[in-house]
């Protein structure tokens, strides 16, 4: 049975990502070496990562002045790593979900932390808008997608400080102006990589600027300067990465993803919409083209459970809601395809026409 992976994340990746990681890993470039021992600070090695960081700065069309690492961590590190480097006096936060409350949290290890805008009152089921910046902020910290609570920020913003994103989970998917940001980070299992690597874009001109004395390695300026190097990377994740970036350039770049995400995620929301046992659960305008999540009709809530099991039955794998919300998840990052919608879409018509 074919098998459709709509996992929250680690998530599905292009087939042919995975064939050719999967080949470096047994002979690395005819090395005869596993890119799963080489050393990373071997000649054959560096091509990638300058590789993958030339593919994000083309795909993402970023300006001179930026630099892009790869760290580890994933993004909860980078909860702390972002404050410690970037708040002096006074950060702001909007809080969107469990992500950005995590980060909040972090950020007030550093200093003072202000909620400028929350969702918080109608359990993160919208987006903030049109909320007012303080003019005396360090930075504004967002959270771009909610991969928890379905929501999703699929512009940016115009901010009167410094702008900082976490796009773990849509970053890819969209064109984005990076010259409005000063850092944007993510972990990279989503739209760029397997599990295992981070991504951080910083603006060079903003670093270095914490009166604090900071920890070698949570110091940006420490990876900038040895180009991801400092310490041994995480060698597989960052070749996977790479091909994704050939993959998405390859396919037509971010519009192209942009496009094929509108296209997914109204083949689903339509069905929702339409659908006598489902409901969305997020306002309409602020829906996630990344996580789309729904739940059963109150009337129907019984069959829960049920159309779980019809649908795994399907071959549908992942779309059971997070444990903190329950319903659905179908999460349809870049490598998703119209197949695999139509099939979940399929499963959601015919277990109605059974009730």
Same mark, same amino acid.
């Given at each position: 049975?074919?098998k459709y992976? @709509?996992?929250?994340g680690p998530?599905?990746l %292009? /087939?042919e $990502?995975?064939e050719?990681?999967?080949?470096q890993?047994?002979?690395?470039?005819g090395n005869g070496?596993?890119?799963?021992e080489?050393s990373?600070?071997?000649? +054959?090695?560096?091509?990638v990562?300058?590789?993958?960081?030339?593919?994000i700065k083309?795909?993402l069309?970023?300006p001179?002045? +930026?630099?892009?690492i790869?760290l580890?961590g994933?993004?909860?590190? =980078?909860f702390?790593?972002?404050?410690?480097n970037f708040l002096?006096?006074?950060a702001?936060?909007?809080n969107?979900g469990?992500?950005?409350?995590?980060?909040l949290k972090?950020?007030k290890?550093?200093?003072?932390? $202000?909620?400028?805008?929350s969702?918080a009152?109608?359990?993160f089921?919208?987006?903030p808008?049109?909320y007012?910046?303080?003019?005396?902020?360090?930075y504004l910290?967002?959270?771009t997608n909610?991969t928890i609570?379905g929501t999703?920020? &699929?512009?940016?913003?115009?901010?009167?400080?410094?702008?900082?994103?976490?796009?773990s989970s849509d970053?890819?998917? /969209?064109?984005?102006d990076?010259?409005? +940001?000063i850092?944007?980070y993510g972990?990279?299992?989503?739209?760029?990589?397997?599990?295992g690597v981070?991504?951080v874009?910083?603006?060079?001109?903003?670093?270095?600027?914490t009166? &604090?004395e900071?920890p070698t390695?949570l110091? +940006?300026?420490?990876?900038?300067?040895k180009?991801?190097? @400092?310490?041994t990377p %995480?060698?597989?994740?960052?070749y996977s990465?790479?091909?994704t970036m050939r993959?998405?350039k390859? =396919?037509?770049?971010?519009?192209?993803?942009?496009?094929?995400?509108?296209? &997914?995620?109204?083949i689903v929301y339509d069905?929702?919409d339409?659908?006598?046992l489902f409901?969305g659960?997020v306002?309409?305008e602020?829906?996630?083209?990344m996580?789309?999540?729904?739940v059963?009709?109150?009337?129907?809530k019984?069959?829960?459970?049920p159309?779980f099991?019809?649908a795994?039955? &399907?071959?549908m794998?992942g779309?059971?809601?997070?444990?903190?919300?329950g319903?659905?998840?179908a999460?349809c990052y870049?490598? =998703?395809t119209?197949?695999?919608?139509?099939?979940l879409?399929?499963a959601?018509?015919?277990?109605?026409?059974?009730?």
């Open positions: 049975m074919k992976n @709509f996992n929250a998530s599905m %292009p /087939r $990502v995975i050719n990681t999967a080949k890993i047994l002979d690395f470039n070496l596993s890119l799963m080489i990373h600070r071997a000649k +054959y090695f560096q091509p990562v300058d590789e993958a960081v030339a593919l083309e795909l069309d970023i001179e002045g +930026y630099s892009v790869f580890g994933g993004a909860s590190l =980078q702390t790593q972002i404050p410690a002096i006096k006074k702001g936060y909007v969107t469990t992500w950005a409350k995590k980060a972090e950020a290890l550093y200093g003072e932390v $202000v909620e400028v805008a969702s009152d109608k359990n089921t919208y987006v808008h049109n007012e910046i303080p003019s005396d902020l360090d910290h967002i959270t909610n609570y999703e920020l &699929r512009k940016d913003i115009d901010a009167p400080v410094p702008l900082i994103a976490d796009m970053i890819m998917s /969209r064109p984005v990076v010259s409005k +940001y850092a944007i972990g990279a299992q989503k739209n760029m990589a397997m599990a981070t991504f874009i910083l603006k060079d001109d903003m670093l270095g600027k009166p &604090r900071l390695m110091n +940006y300026t420490t990876h900038v300067d180009g991801s190097m @400092f310490n %995480p060698v597989v994740p960052i990465l790479m091909e993959w998405v390859a =396919q037509g770049g971010v519009k192209e993803m942009d496009r094929r995400a509108k296209e &997914r995620a109204k069905e929702i339409r659908n006598k409901r659960t306002a309409e602020d829906r996630s083209l996580n789309i999540c729904f059963m009709n109150d009337e129907y019984e069959l829960e459970a159309f099991e019809f795994t039955e &399907r071959g794998v779309i059971k809601g997070h444990r903190s919300v319903g659905f998840r999460s870049n490598a =998703q119209i197949e695999g919608v139509n099939a879409v399929k959601m018509k015919d277990f109605e026409a059974q009730h």
